[in-house]
């Protein structure tokens, strides 16, 4: 299983990558610079 790191993962790109990612079967982790930042629906909360 490939591992990915997407920054920016709240903005559109980022919410349309990590979706095809999650499809091929990747483990996608994120990075948020705000704290006021919600996860996309599927992460967990660390």
Do not use: N, W
């Not at 919410?15 to 994120?30: K, M, N, P, T």
Request: with cysteine.
């Amino acid at each position: 299983m490939k591992k990915t790191l997407i920054t920016g993962i709240t903005g559109q790109d980022g919410a349309h990558l990590s979706e095809f990612l999650l499809g091929r079967g990747c483990e996608v982790y994120e990075v948020l610079y705000s704290i006021g930042c919600r996860s996309p629906p599927g992460f967990p909360k660390e």
